[in-house]
């Protein structure tokens, strides 16, 4: 990363082959941190020569421009958007989530397979739903061990040190991990946002509580934990005994996308709307936390 000053505040840009891109000054301004680990779309020529599908397919894989919503809602608040794409690897698995019927190496951890593993969404996907298989050959342990090295680790290592410190500022560190979801049903009935903490696991339930009472007063239904609780990057970061809480956002793409759930439509500011005030209002509740450390 290269340092850049920005009215009197160092902040990070994102330098060419880096995997992600930090926005925010070193110095926390807010306890909430938010992540977009999965709305990656640099499509490398490393990564299409590999491909069995065409380009298009991936996007199946994708949190469909939740980088934009995340980006417009921002304000001091650090900001980690990946560029790399979910294809390339899954930043929200474990290292040791690979899949045998596509990665050499995963017999080398010997790690039970889950049903995410069983199904295709691994460490590195080894198929899209709309497409299939997505690679051309099986994929060395070296080749997906490189990968680790370079960009999971690397965003991981940052989501951490961020959240520890704005717990060592404010006495209590929030990230918000921000993702997408197709549609659940008829947006009459169905819920349009899915907060999950792992059911309880990775956070307090008051942060819970005020997220809903937010997508209440902007008229949108939530279902808690259902049917998306939570992955790696809130089993790995949330530590609520700690002071250091996470939770999963899953906005529903047509509240923010066009009808073909492909380009940003009219309905993106909603979604930014809901999204600022999400962290206003998480922020609010971690305050006397934060009132306390200072």
Known sequence: MALRRRNGRLSH???????FVRH??????????????????????????????????????????ADAIALA???????????????????NRAE???????????????????????????????????????WKRRLGADEVQQRILADHRPWHAAIGAALA?????????????????????????????????????ASAARFLGRIEGVARAHGIRTAANTPYSGGHILERHGEPRRGVH????????????????????PGLAIAVRLLRDIIDAVADEALPGAIAAE
């Open 13 to 19: 840009d994102v330098v060419p082959g880096e995997s």
């Open 24 to 65: 925010g000054p070193l110095e926390p301004l807010s306890p909430v941190v938010l992540s977009v680990p999965h709305a990656g779309r640099d499509y490398s020529p490393a990564l299409q020569a590999l491909l069995r599908v065409p380009l298009d397919a991936l996007r199946g894989l994708e949190d469909r421009h």
């Open 73 to 91: 809602a921002r304000r001091d608040e650090t900001l980690f958007v990946a560029t790399r794409p979910r294809a390339w690897i899954d930043l």
């Open 96 to 134: 040791q989530d690979r899949d045998p019927r596509l990665d050499d190496g995963a017999w080398m951890h010997g790690a039970p397979l889950s049903a995410k593993i069983r199904s295709g969404l691994g460490l590195v996907p080894r198929r899209v739903s709309n497409a299939g298989d997505i």
């Open 165 to 201: 410190a704005a717990r060592a500022r404010f006495g209590v560190a929030v990230l918000l991990d921000v993702h997408s979801m197709p549609p659940l049903g008829s947006p009459e009935t169905a819920a349009r946002l899915v907060p999950g903490d792992r059911f309880g696991k």
């Open 246 to 265: 996470a939770i999963q956002l899953e906005f529903d793409r047509s509240l923010y996308l066009d009808s073909a759930l492909d380009q940003r439509g």
